[in-house]
């Protein structure tokens, strides 16, 4: 048992050391798009070079070996996943894995809540390594899911899409973009709240920023942040 856990640990620390990440000027931190009260959040710098990092680490080697992990990637659900992979491959000319790379490169947050008397929500904030690889992502998306319908909406002059699978899918989900950086939910109101973020992160004065506190402008999270050790 403290070997499973001495290498589950390990793998942790792989994820969290990578936190040297810069932005431009006219970039806001994923992280900062998340509301304070958030009850997980995981966040994953420099995602693409964490995961080539993995890949070729004995770290990979020791997980492969475990039964449980071979159980996995022998079973109906990864195997059903190197198949899409597959197929998305001969349609786009990159598998999904490759498109979620370039489009996840620079930095992933997944954040969930807990309202109350409602389900858990969720929101996932990536950042690309260029608006080029984000762009291409998305046709990717559009191309493997041809009759997916999408209307524009507006949030603060900002815009963001309501994508359904097909006309008459349940199966829908919102996104808006700023740049290369791309927030989408199955909500609608956490991603109007990242517009909200956005927008205050770039106009301090303004009211919305008196409003609800982002995480990454926490102080407890910027300290223990600053605790981790950077690579």
């Given at each position: 048992m403290r070997s499973i856990r001495g290498v589950f640990a390990a793998l942790l620390?792989?994820?969290?050391?990578s936190n040297g990440?810069?932005?431009g000027d006219d970039e806001v931190a994923p992280i900062r798009l998340i509301d304070a009260s958030a009850a997980v959040c995981l966040e994953i710098p420099r995602f693409e070079a964490t995961w080539s990092k993995l890949q070729d680490s004995r770290l990979l080697a020791r997980l492969k070996g475990f039964p449980p992990v071979q159980r996995f990637l022998?079973?109906?659900?990864f195997q059903k996943w190197?198949?899409?992979?597959?197929?998305?491959?001969q349609a786009t000319g990159k598998s999904v894995t490759a498109h979620l790379l370039g489009a996840f490169s620079e930095a992933v947050v997944i954040a969930i809540y807990l309202p109350d008397g409602k389900p858990p929500q969720g929101v996932l904030i990536a950042q690309a390594r260029d608006a080029d690889a984000l762009k291409q992502t998305l046709l990717a998306w559009a191309k493997l899911e041809p009759e997916?319908?999408?209307?524009?909406?507006?949030h603060h002059g900002q815009s963001y899409i309501r994508r359904a699978k097909s006309a008459n899918s349940t199966e829908v989900v919102y996104y808006t973009?700023?740049?290369?950086?791309?927030?989408?939910?199955d909500?609608?109101?956490?991603?109007k709240q990242v517009i909200e973020f956005h927008e205050a992160a770039g106009d301090k004065g303004n009211s919305i920023a008196a409003g609800p506190q982002a995480l990454g402008?926490?102080?407890?999270?910027r300290t223990n942040r600053a605790r981790l050790p950077a690579t």
């Open positions: 620390v792989v994820i969290l050391v990440r810069t932005f022998a079973g109906p659900g190197t198949l899409i992979d597959e197929y998305a491959r997916h319908v999408t209307r524009t909406l507006d973009l700023f740049g290369r950086t791309i927030a989408l939910s909500q609608e109101r956490l991603i402008d926490s102080e407890h999270f």
